[in-house]
Structures are given as structure tokens and as C-alpha cells.
Nanobody, 114 residues
Framework: VQLQASGGGLVQPGGSLRLSCAASGIIFSIHTMGWYRQAPGKQRELVADITSGGSTNYVDSVKGRFTISRDNAKNTVYLQMSSLKPEDTAVYYC?????????WGQGTQVTVSS
């Protein structure tokens, strides 16, 4: 299983970024895909996930600002992030879950700073 995350970077407060995670080695369409993040000194937390059926779930702190989506034809999950805040600064990880099996990507750094 390979999950290749990209799209991170440095952005000013109020700005936007779109993260992408390309999956290979799995039947992408049947997996629940998620984005997690880990800030320095903090535990990794779920940001958003999307089921195989397209149902989405968000942590309260990003509701209304972030949107998770998936393109099963491209084996890719996206996280559109808008109105970014300094507290969104973290390494963002892609995750694929099917039953009890969970796979992780390598992470992409998002830094929100002026």
C-alpha cells in the first residue's frame, strides 16, 4: 500500500491550500479515507474522513472551512482547506481504512504564518 500526500506548504492566515493523497496497492473505492494532523507536542487527530459511500465527518475546529472529497477514478482523496489559521499548522497525514486494516502515508507539512 502506498499513500502519497502532496500539496502542503507555507500559507498566510486566511489563505487556502488543497492537499491530495494518491493511493496505490489498494481497492481505493471500498476504503474509508481520512486526513489526520499532528502538531508539535500534540497527539495526532482526525481532521476529516470520507466513507466509500461518500459520507463525510469533520472535527469541529475545521467545519465550514475544510472539505474532504474523493475521486475513485483517480484513486485520490483531497482536502480543500480555506480560511486557514495558525492553529492549523501541522503535519497532515493521509489514512486508508478497511475493516481493522489501517494504512498511512508519509505526511505533508502545512504551515500557516504571516
Amino acid at each position: 500500500v502506498q499513500l502519497q500526500a502532496s500539496g502542503g506548504g507555507l500559507v498566510q492566515p486566511g489563505g487556502s491550500l488543497r492537499l491530495s493523497c494518491a493511493a496505490s496497492g489498494i481497492i481505493f473505492s471500498i476504503h474509508t479515507m481520512g486526513w489526520y494532523r499532528q502538531a508539535p507536542g500534540k497527539q495526532r487527530e482526525l481532521v476529516a474522513d470520507i466513507t466509500s459511500g461518500g459520507s463525510t465527518n469533520y472535527v469541529d475546529s475545521v467545519k465550514g472551512r475544510f472539505t474532504i472529497s474523493r475521486d475513485n477514478a483517480k484513486n485520490t482523496v483531497y482536502l480543500q482547506m480555506s480560511s486557514l489559521k495558525p492553529e492549523d499548522t501541522a503535519v497532515y497525514y493521509c489514512n486508508a481504512v478497511l475493516g481493522v486494516k489501517s494504512s498511512w502515508g508519509q505526511g505533508t507539512q502545512v504551515t500557516v504564518s504571516s
